[in-house]
């Protein structure tokens, strides 16, 4: 196996840990508008951004991020 498809691997991992942690503060936000927990925080529009950019960047990692794969390792140096 070789170092570009190990780093592929790694990308991947690190997009389902994004897409977690996405649906996480996506699902807390809707708790939070729908009043759970019971008292009023004010940061249900901080969870839906978060949430937002990392399931944006959660299905990009998923995909294999092919910019930037290409970025580390180029076609013209790769084994």
Do not use: S
């Not at 190990?6 to 840990?17: C, K, S, T």
């Not at 004010?42 to 990392?54: P, R």
Request: aromatic content about 18%.
């Amino acid at each position: 196996m070789q170092a570009v498809h190990i780093f592929g691997i790694i990308v991947r991992a690190a997009g389902l840990a994004m897409l977690v942690y996405a649906l996480w503060n996506l699902a807390y936000g809707i708790g939070a508008i729908l009043g759970w927990p019971p008292r009023r925080t004010g940061y249900e529009f901080g969870y839906f951004l978060t949430g937002g950019v990392f399931l944006v960047l959660a299905l990009y990692f998923l995909r294999g991020a092919p910019r930037l794969l290409r970025f580390c390792y180029p076609p013209d140096k790769r084994p």
